[in-house]
């Protein structure tokens, strides 16, 4: 299970991983399974930054949904870690309550123009007893 | 922990406590959290005193647990609204329609109970999704397809019981016709089953949807009358091969014969999918905003200086290559007296796909269920965020050329008219075969007063296309009474009887208080002018 403290440390490295900041690809905090890559808004991002796994996606989240996410999310645990478009995440958002989770973590981020019309980062986290873990 | 109106929070807790027992006390929702995830995001009431709101949530597994949460709160008159994958953005979402009631959310309940590949049919509980059902037809190599709506997070029971629709061949597509079958838990805990399925023994309950006597599968259609926990479907054989193609015609005045043709040749089975009506010049701007159609002298002087055609009729074709490639050649005959036609074959696919096909096909044509019109706004198609939202509305007009070319007119004017702003105004589409119906998108804001000027606009429009003999055929629960109320021959009687059917069936008004303007008594008075 990810920790506040592991929480807050996401918030704090996802800037620079969206800039692609080599720094940043080795801080990603301990306690996400995996870590959701929108490549509309995150086309920088590394496989693995410090050791944990990359999905990545193109504006539909069917597929990755589909095959990986959604077997993933019926077994208990499971923590993700997610940088997005607002759309993408509405929908794995929506998803995800279905398998007793919920968003733990959402910050919005600034777009290209410096609007906050940006990709958010967030974290999804099992929180119901069926899926929670321990 | 919410309320419900007029139950006091003794029997509510008293209740909630049997439904605890009944289905496990992790499947009752009572936090604020938890049961805000029932709210409708897409709701024009949002974040005002009238959004309907649940007051909890309880999730059973089996149709003996749905059966005694329901006794439960008709012991208490305890209001229940049931929802099957709760996904009805656009028309509602998974909150209820009547504040406060407990949302009876059937997800868990989602055993496929039957494929029958000879009778090419299925039974499935309520929690059964388009996903589920296609990962299971994928995984099993069944040959048989689904029909799905554009967004595949729904559930096969509660799209068609919502009366919702597809893009395959008739029979498929208007997915309440699709059904054959359906069982219900009763206001009173009983459990009823229609058709063939009320004969016990009968091996034909997803094969004959009549039965004996009348037939009351309706009963069950954007309804408030039971608890639906099973219902059969009607699935599509997959075809050898696949072909869309389309016919062009440059003046204004083709679009009677267009769409009289059209009609002639799907209802004689010479194209079996979905067909529909666009315009090439009226759709060069914004491709998800058709235009208000002009007058003809205008429309034909635009189709002579851009050299887009006024009309294009587009067709679909399921079935042995051979014979639609026939069919085709037996469309363009029909076509071929109309000056300037000119015909085009879209695309072939052979059946079953390959994997290198799924990046080019339109993947709703072929059954296969998806998410991807959430991103539509990414890919430049108007001003679309689905964490904004919007409603649908989707007014059915006569399936004529002229009732098509009024119906956007006097639709596109109203709404010109009324400041409703749209991201998404539809051609003429067939998702239930004899009539056409025009969708409207319209975009909804978290800001009351937008919304408030929003809904007296969108009142306004039902109003003007009830003058004009049109109703929606769905809606979202702000609207509901007020099509409801448009539906008006003798008197209201269609929600008169409605009403009579409520008294008998649910006399305690438990289920789904107020679903498409049928209330129950207790709360009918002084509803209706
Ligand atoms: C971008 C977008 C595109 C869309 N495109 C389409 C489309 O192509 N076609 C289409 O049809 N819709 C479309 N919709 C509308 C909607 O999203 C779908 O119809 C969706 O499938 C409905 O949600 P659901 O299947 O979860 O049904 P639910 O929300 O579970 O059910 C709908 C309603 O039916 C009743 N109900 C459900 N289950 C039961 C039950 N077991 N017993 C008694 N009553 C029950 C309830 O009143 C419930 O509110 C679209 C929406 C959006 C936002």
């Known amino acids: 299970m990810i920790s506040r403290r592991d929480l807050m440390k996401w918030g704090a490295v996802v800037p620079a991983l969206v800039g692609g900041s080599a720094r940043a690809m080795a801080a990603v905090p301990e306690g996400l399974d995996a870590l959701v890559v929108d490549s509309r808004h995150a086309p920088g991002v590394i496989a693995n930054p410090g050791g944990v796994r990359v999905l990545r996606f193109d504006g539909d989240v069917t597929q990755l949904w589909f095959e990986t996410l959604d077997p993933l999310w019926r077994k208990p645990g499971f923590v993700l870690g997610g940088i997005t478009g607002r759309d993408a995440l509405f929908v794995l958002e929506t998803l995800s309550w279905d398998r007793g989770r919920r968003v733990v973590s959402r910050k919005d981020m600034p777009g290209r123009s410096g609007r906050m019309d940006g990709p958010i980062s967030w974290v999804i986290a099992p929180v119901h007893p069926s899926v929670k873990k321990g | ?529």
């Open chain 2, 1 to 529: 922990m919410r309320t419900p109106p007029g139950v006091s929070a003794v029997t509510f807790a008293d209740g909630i406590a049997e439904m605890k027992s009944a289905v496990g006390e992790e499947w009752v929702f009572t936090s604020d959290p938890d049961v805000d995830t029932y709210r409708d995001f897409y709701s024009v009431l949002w974040g005002e005193e009238d959004e309907r709101i649940a007051s909890a949530a309880v999730a059973p597994k089996t149709v003996e647990e749905v059966q005694a949460v329901v006794r439960a709160a008709n012991a208490r008159g305890i209001p229940l609204y049931p929802v099957s994958t709760g996904r009805n953005l656009g028309y509602g979402g998974s909150a209820p329609v009547y504040s406060g009631s407990v949302v009876l959310d059937l997800k868990r309940m989602d055993r496929i109970i039957e494929v029958n590949e000879g009778n090419a049919s299925c039974l499935v509980e309520p929690g059964v999704s388009y996903f589920d059902m296609y990962r299971h037809l994928q995984e099993t190599g069944s040959k048989l397809w689904i029909d799905v709506p554009d967004p595949g997070w729904g559930s096969m029971v509660g799209n068609a019981l919502d009366s919702g629709g597809g893009y395959t061949a008739a029979p498929y597509r208007g997915h309440f016709e699709a059904q054959c079958g359906i069982e219900a838990v009763m206001a009173d805990g009983e459990l009823f089953r229609t058709g063939m399925g009320a004969l016990p023994g009968s091996e034909t309950w997803q094969q004959y949807k009549m039965g004996i006597g009348p037939c009351l599968d309706g009963l069950f259609r954007q309804s408030s009358l039971g608890v639906v926990t099973k219902m059969g479907f009607w699935l599509f054989p997959q075809p050898e091969a696949y072909m869309s193609c389309s016919v062009e015609l440059q003046r204004f005045e083709d679009i009677e014969p267009l769409v009289d043709l059209f009609n002639e040749l799907e209802y004689g089975n010479i194209f079996n999918g979905m067909p529909s009506i666009g315009s090439p010049v009226l759709a060069s701007g914004n491709p998800l905003i058709f235009a208000e159609i002009p007058e003809p002298e205008e429309m034909n002087r635009r189709v002579r200086e851009t050299g887009l055609a006024a009309w294009r009729g587009s067709m679909v074709f399921y079935g042995p290559e051979k014979v639609i490639r026939a069919q085709w050649e037996y469309v363009q005959e029909r076509f071929a007296h109309f000056e300037g036609v000119k015909f085009k074959e879209n695309q072939f696919v052979k059946l079953p796909l390959r994997p290198e096909d799924m990046e080019k096909i339109q993947k709703n044509r072929f059954g296969i269920p998806s998410m991807e019109i959430f991103s539509v706004g990414s890919r430049g198609f108007g001003d679309f965020n689905p964490s904004d939202g919007h409603i649908w509305f989707s007014a059915i007009i006569p399936r004529s050329g002229k009732g098509f070319v009024k119906a956007n007119r006097v639709m596109r004017q109203a709404c010109a008219e009324h400041d409703v702003p749209l991201f998404m105004f539809s051609p003429a589409v067939t998702c239930w075969t004899r009539s056409f119906v025009l969708f409207a998108a319209v975009p909804v804001y978290k800001d009351k007063e937008k919304n408030r000027r929003l809904r007296e606009s969108v009142l306004k429009v039902i109003q003007i296309c009830a003058e004009h003999g049109w109703g929606e055929y769905r809606c979202p629960p702000a609207f509901q009474d007020a099509v409801m109320d448009a539906y008006s021959f003798n008197n209201n009687m269609l929600r008169r009887v409605n009403e009579k059917i409520k008294d008998a069936l649910d006399p305690n008004g438990i289920l789904s208080a107020g679903r498409y303007g049928v209330w129950p008594k207790h709360l009918r008075d002084g509803r209706h002018a």
